[in-house]
């Protein structure tokens, strides 16, 4: 990997979800890497800013490495990302890491819990393990 790639941000960008707790789960993912474990590395895009085309935002999402994560199979996050030209590093859909991780079952939109949580962490993993892909 050349210098100027290691210098490269991260975006990670979740669907929006709004009422949904997959949704909750893709935002508490992307707060987890972006806030807490490496803000220095990670950060987090605004998803409608996609969809309204900012130019600035568009700029910033071509010059990085994009992450996302979906919530349900509309992939919204997924999709507006693809129609806004950017190239995606990783997509996660957090049913299929349920799938893989049956006891992390989040709760509500409002709590997601202590599954929840733990499932935002392993979406997290997925995240920074599968990186050299």
């Known amino acids: 990997m050349s210098k100027s790639n290691k210098s490269q941000k991260k975006i990670v960008i979740p669907c929006s979800g709004i009422g949904k707790a997959f949704g909750s789960v893709s935002r508490e993912a992307t707060y987890l890497l972006t806030e807490e474990l490496n803000p220095r590395e990670y950060r987090t895009m605004c998803l409608p800013?996609?969809?309204?085309?900012?130019?600035?935002?568009?700029?910033?999402?071509?010059?990085?490495?994009?992450f996302t994560i979906d919530g349900c199979?509309?992939?919204c996050a997924?999709?507006?990302?693809?129609?806004?030209?950017?190239?995606?590093?990783?997509?996660?859909?957090?049913a299929k890491v349920l799938a893989a991780n049956k006891d992390h079952k989040p709760g509500t939109v409002l709590d997601i819990g202590e599954g929840g949580r733990l499932l935002a962490q392993?979406?997290?993993?997925?995240?920074?393990?599968?990186e050299g892909d």
């Open 49 to 66: 800013l996609l969809v309204v085309d900012d130019e600035e935002a568009i700029k910033m999402m071509h010059s990085s490495e994009i």
């Open 73 to 75: 199979p509309k992939q």
């Open 78 to 94: 997924t999709v507006s990302v693809r129609k806004s030209g950017g190239a995606i590093k990783k997509a996660i859909l957090v």
């Open 122 to 130: 392993d979406i997290v993993n997925k995240i920074t393990a599968e």
